[in-house]
């Protein structure tokens, strides 16, 4: 039975701030971020915009379309959670206006969330075939206001519903992952800003992605020439290419041709939202699906997911066919081309105005423009949401 992708949909705030006006601001060269970094663009979430909101917000892209007495499952992998108890699915679940017979919870491990997600969807399909599941990988990358991660925030959110016969793109039984407790980014409860060791970091992706890399060719007997493209989690454009080019000389030239120019393709949204934590590699996946002209049914796609602290994960998709019947390109490039640009200076102030790590009453900015689905603020220690 072939278990996979059915529906994706997408949501990022509606505003951004340019890169290189804020490399200017910080006095770094812009070419560092643009081309040393590769981001463009990075999504500003207003307060009135959460994991919550914007999951609900990614599920409009098909939910009036599918029938939701059939799903079982609702999970949103997040490290951006509201409270830590209580998991944003549910409360997501009902701004959905969902049957109440489905089990649904949150699950955590840094940006490797939304896969996990995703695998214990698949799972769940295949014991109950005639089930779905609704999934989100929803994130808001805060590292701080002047600090070194600053270039690699973002925010958004990436909604896939889960089902036998999918019409987008399988997940195939060939998942290679590994575990390992290591200190390369992480968030400690009394903060919302992350901490990373950037440049370890960077080393333990590229660590961990020759790892499974190398297990999934054992295992599988493939190369990168049975792949079409290669997904990889993208904290910022240009990390996964740090991975992909250790292992390109493995492949011949027309492969290494073909998958570098689908890399390309894959990062295009991410450019422009910046990291979106547990969505990047789903982003990268949408990007790419969205922006290709050459791909077609039966092509065979790689993802690469990481989440520090940290498991890696490789496994693979094959695209169905009429896939790109079920995209939403249009109303993505849209979405993005819609924005409104924040001057620095605006973006600091949206930056700075947040939720309290506090019990004290809040109410978030009402002028600014939001999704389907707003939090008006906080009541009695309560997270208050409301429906446009
Ligand atoms: N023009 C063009 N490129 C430039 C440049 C310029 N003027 N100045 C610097 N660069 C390049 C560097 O050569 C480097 O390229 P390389 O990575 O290909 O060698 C790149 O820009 C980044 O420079 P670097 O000095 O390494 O950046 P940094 O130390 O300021 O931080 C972060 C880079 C932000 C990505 C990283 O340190 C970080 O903190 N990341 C957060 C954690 C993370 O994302 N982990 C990844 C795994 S999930």
Not at 192 to 213: H, P, R
Request: glycine letters at 8%; aromatic letters at 10%.
């Amino acid at each position: 039975m072939n278990i996979g992708i059915d529906q994706i949909g997408l949501y990022s705030p509606h505003y951004y701030v340019d890169l290189a006006e804020l490399a200017t601001a910080r006095g770094v060269d812009p070419n560092k971020f643009i081309i040393g970094i590769g981001q463009s663009q990075q999504a500003v979430p207003p307060s009135s915009e959460d994991v919550v909101t914007m999951s609900a917000d990614a599920a409009q892209d098909f939910i009036h379309e599918i029938n939701t007495s059939k799903i079982g499952l609702l999970i949103v992998g997040t490290e951006t959670g509201i409270d830590a108890s209580k998991s944003a699915a549910v409360i997501a679940q009902r701004l959905l206006e969902l049957p109440e017979t489905i089990r649904t919870y949150e699950i955590k491990q840094a940006c490797y969330g939304g896969t996990a997600a995703l695998m214990t969807a698949r799972d769940y399909v295949a014991a109950h075939p005639d089930k779905t599941a609704l999934i989100f990988a929803a994130d808001i990358a805060r590292y701080g206001l002047e600090d070194g991660g600053e270039v690699t925030q973002g925010a958004g959110a990436v909604a896939m519903l889960i089902s036998a016969n999918p019409r987008l793109m399988t997940v195939e039984d060939d998942s290679q992952f590994i575990s390992r407790d290591i200190m390369d980014f992480w968030r400690p409860v009394y903060t919302d800003l992350a901490l990373a060791k950037g440049k370890y970091s960077t080393e333990q992706y590229i660590q961990f992605f020759q790892d499974v890399w190398r297990n999934y060719t054992q295992a599988t007997g493939r190369s990168l020439s049975d792949f079409a493209a290669i997904n990889f989690h993208l904290p910022y454009t240009k990390m996964g290419m740090k991975a992909l080019r250790t292992v390109l000389p493995e492949a011949d030239v027309a492969t290494q041709g073909r998958l570098t120019d689908n890399y390309a393709l894959a990062t295009i949204y991410s450019r422009q939202i910046g990291n979106i934590y547990t969505g990047s590699l789903y982003l990268g996946l949408l990007s790419l699906l969205e922006h290709s002209t050459d791909l077609q049914a039966g092509d065979r796609l790689g993802m690469f997911s990481y989440g520090s602290g940290a498991v890696g994960e490789f496994f693979s998709g094959v695209l169905q066919p009429g896939y790109a019947d079920q995209l939403h390109a249009a109303a993505h490039q849209q979405l993005l081309a819609n924005r409104s640009k924040l001057s620095v200076a605006d973006y600091e102030r949206v930056f700075l105005n947040k939720v309290p790590y506090a019990a004290d009453d809040y109410v978030s900015d009402t002028s600014m423009q939001t999704g389907k689905f707003r939090l008006t603020g906080v009541q009695n220690q309560e997270r208050q949401y409301t429906i446009k």
